[in-house]
């Protein structure tokens, strides 16, 4: 872990980011003494994509239909 004062990590950003990304944890200290974290965040898993035909197949199941049409007549 390291601790840097704002303004040197102002001056370094890059690098300190760098050190982030690789898995150092740094807390940044502001003037009056609190600390912030800068930390690796993960990537958001990607979207699943759907085929025309797969999205169609939602509207074969009449039960569910049923529930979406009450749902949808109960928020008129």
Avoid at 1 to 22: G, H, R, S
Avoid at 42 to 57: G, I
Avoid at 64 to 74: D, M, R, S, T, Y
Wanted: hydrophobic share 45%; with cysteine; aromatic share 8%.
């Amino acid at each position: 872990m390291k601790v840097l004062p704002i303004e040197q990590a102002q001056a370094q950003f890059a690098d300190v980011c760098e050190e982030a990304l690789a898995g150092e944890v740094i807390r940044l200290q502001l003037a009056n003494g609190a600390l912030l974290e800068l930390t690796r965040v993960s990537a958001w898993p990607p979207k699943a994509a759907f085929s025309d035909q797969q999205l169609a197949q939602c509207y074969d199941d009449t039960d569910w239909a049923g529930f979406e049409n009450h749902c949808a007549k109960a928020s008129d």
